[in-house]
């Protein structure tokens, strides 16, 4: 005869009479009083405010230049001839000018803004081939249906790069120009490589690989974005190594911001010039732009910046200000406490109902 298996009771499957399993691990639990809670607020409130200081005078010592050129100066003929969709390929140029009181010492960059400028839209960031950008030929001649309705051209020839995020790229280019005191006028030089971050310049963006082919040669068969001048692998054409996926103008641009109010990165100022060693001295300055990207259709602004930068970025005073009102109220706050001890609780009889 077998076995019969006895059937579990109730109290089969209870933990084991363990430390662990039943609870009883030993634990600490503060004890809250005045005397150990108000220190710790108000040495809460000074560590905020001397980091909100800190932060504040960081951000203090940097320069920052803003231009809105949109109808600036002699730009305002280009903008209403960007007006007409028609006008698209005609060329305009405009020269707007400014001032700087003080000098920018040290590294200075040069940045391009767009205001009311929704690069977060979903249906807009989805438009676009990684794939492509990464060079796979397969991408290449057939792009994804991502980029819908910016794939093919009327003809039926793939797009490249493909989508609405590169069919739209910031296009107006930019020669700065520094007059001096004597009349003379120097242009500024920037460095126009090496402005994009190293995993989207090495990793995230790359040619399909020639095989021995000219650039033109592996893009043929594909044509240009809708809204582009020239093709892909034309871009730079003063610097021929600087074409394709890999271009720096189209590494930043691919790169979506945030929110509608932006900045990108168009150059950095190239201190080994004998005039600029020290930075972008005081005195007047001109821009002169080749005027190509309308705003009016989305009722945006461009405007040019310049600024120097510390090791905590730019001219924003969002985190500092942010430190010094939370140090307010936690002191708010410990003030607060204290008097209501001091009322109430002090010593311990005023508190009995």
Known sequence: MGRVKAK?????????????KQQRLPAWSPMLTANTVLPFFYFMALICMLLGVWLLLTVQSTREMKLDYTEAGTCDRCFEMRKNVSNAGEGCSCKAVFSLEKPFKGDVFFYYGLKNFHQNLRRYMDSRDDGQMVGRKTNLKNPSSYCSPFIRDQNGLPIAPCGAVANSIFNDTFTLF?????????????????????????????????????LAQVFQGTVKPLYWQRPVYELDQADPTNNGFINDDLIVW??????????KLYGVLYRADEHFTQGLPAGSYSIEINYNFPVQHFRGRKEVV?????????????????????????LLIAVTLTVVWWKFGKNGKNMEE
């Not at 691919?254 to 900045?263: L, V």
């Open 8 to 20: 579990p009771g109730p109290l089969a499957r209870r933990p084991d009479n363990s430390a662990f």
């Open 254 to 263: 691919m790169r979506e911001a945030a929110f509608p109010n932006f900045k």
């Open 178 to 214: 520094h007059h001096d005191s004597s009349g003379k006028s120097f242009k500024v030089p920037l460095l126009r490589r090496g402005i994009t971050w190293y995993t989207d310049k090495n990793v995230k963006f790359r040619n399909p690989k020639v095989d021995n082919l000219t």
């Open 306 to 330: 310049l600024t120097t930068l510390t090791w905590f970025g730019g001219q924003n005073h969002f985190l500092p200000i942010a430190y010094l009102v939370t140090s307010s109220l936690i």
